[in-house]
């Protein structure tokens, strides 16, 4: 197994080799590819004019090596620019080294002075021709004459930076010692003419942009230079330091040179600005990916938000983009369905009157509650009908006492009625725990309850919990009291708003009180404060008697005939303290 992998391997590797050949050979239409690299791309190893020679000078019968250095190129070639013939080797006279990057003259003759040519190019693709200047100095010879120095030449620099031109002239073999000079002077960019860098600097010094400081040092004396060939000659040098660069430096400069006036040269320099660097991949990728990272977290920022305010924004959501309940021809938002057996089940009607209606009427709902809006001496079924006939939600209190309610029973067969037919949701909120009275008969009012409660998402009041708890619990969270009355507001706030959340869009305005609905002559609204009173049942009369602790002891308030009970029994006599609230229409 390992042999034919190793064996797999060098199949690829050769695979490979020979693509890369094939490919090598293809930019040469099956020539040999000269000074390769990796990426096959044909260019000049030195690319800026600062980094490569184009000015060559050497005495007369000496030797000069003209170089041009290409990579990944298949022909060069040499063009005397005079004869626009390509050169050949002359043993002894012209010979070319490294595939002919470097043109070697050997004995230079004063008529090699000229401009030189090369090509470099692949099978479809050619550089831009570069041209040097050979310039062969007679032996002996008098008179002015440039030298070339790395540092007299065309070059580029940064905004801020600082850039040295240093230029050599010959002035001969022998001194003149007096009457030698030498100035440097900047092309004028307005139009063109060229002034000392005093008068150019005179022009530009108002500008707030100059920061470039121009410094000229010139070499008075001279000094005694030997040469390859020939007697020794005298150099003079003047150097022009450019500081601090600023955009009014950039272009083209030269430097004049003279001896005793009669005898002149100019030497041309250019000074560019260096080219913003080419842009890295890289960093169009790091980019992408940082802006990929953002959008990441943009997204898990809206969804932590949205996890934890998702109640909210659905209520607000709900609340002012909803059309439900438009044009309905509804009266009230929820009809409360509880047990209200005064004797048995107070923290029921506690927990609908001082809970539910408090916090549905706080949001502007209208709601119906049995012992407060249906009408005394009416039937009750037909109550029930009419309220939940005119209602857009049912909501059922379930509680052990309410499952065994004949009233909560009746409530809750016309809503399975009326959700039969798409007039009506239920609500059911779990006030007590009912697993124990679910489980006993299994009767059809029980059944039907069971199946409310497993397909309308149910809604549990958070005191549940502490019911359930143990003594011993509660008094070990009696010692971290405070921490759990938080985690219960928190719950209750929670609750309340997902209530909410299953209630129709909230009205805009405030519910609407009638006193006349009732058929109970009351005080009006603005004037009744919540009172207690006493209610006597004796022979199928019911009579209200406030309790007498005001001027106002002489008022009484006379309810309806109260009927007998489904079994003809009339309700025993008892007294109970009970609190009246405004008729809500």
Known sequence: ??????????????????????????????????????DN??????????????????????????RCEVVNFCTLEWIDNQTGIPIEEEPGYIEFEDDKQVLVLQNARLEDTRY?????????????????LVQVLELNSEGLVPLSHPHCRNTSADVGGTVMFYCEYSVGTTNPWQGVGTYWEKQNGTDGDFLTLSAFHEEIEDDPDVTTDYDEVVEREGVKTEMPAGDPLWVYNTTLYLRNISQEAFGEYRVFFSILFDDNRLYYISLTENPAPPRDDRNGVTEVLIGIAVLIAIIGLLGIVYYKKQVDIKLFWKDNFSKEGKNDNKETDAYISYHSDYGQS??????????????????????????????????IAEEIVKSLDTCRRCILVVSPSYITSSTGNYDIKVMMDQVESCKKQIIPIVFKEVEDS???????????????????????WPEIEKQSESTSEKQTNAKRVKTVDKKMDKKKELFCKELMLRMPPRPKSSPEYNTSMSQVDMISHEERPSFSTSISFQNGQTSIYPNLNSESSTDMINMATVPETSNGEVPQQHSKSVRLYPVLT
């Open 438 to 460: 679910l489980t006993g008969d299994d009767t059809n009012d029980i059944k039907l309850l069971k199946h409310i409660m497993d397909n309308a998402h149910c809604l549990k």
């Open 41 to 66: 791309k044909l260019d000049y190893v030195k690319k800026n004019l600062s980094e490569w020679t184009n000015h060559e000078l050497v005495n007369e019968g000496g030797l000069v090596r003209v």
């Open 116 to 132: 030189y040519t090369c090509k470099a190019s692949q099978a479809k693709e050619s550089l831009e021709p570069r041209t040097i």
């Open 1 to 38: 197994m390992m042999v034919e992998r190793i064996v797999c391997c060098v199949i690829f590797l050769t695979l490979c080799v020979n693509g890369m050949r094939i490919r090598s050979s293809d930019l040469c239409d099956g020539g040999k590819l000269h000074n390769p690299t990796p």
């Open 346 to 379: 107070e923290q029921d009607l506690n927990f609908v009157i001082n809970v539910l209606k408090v916090k549905l009427e706080g949001q502007q709902y209208r709601v119906v509650i049995r012992d407060i809006h249906h009408i005394p001496g009416t039937h």
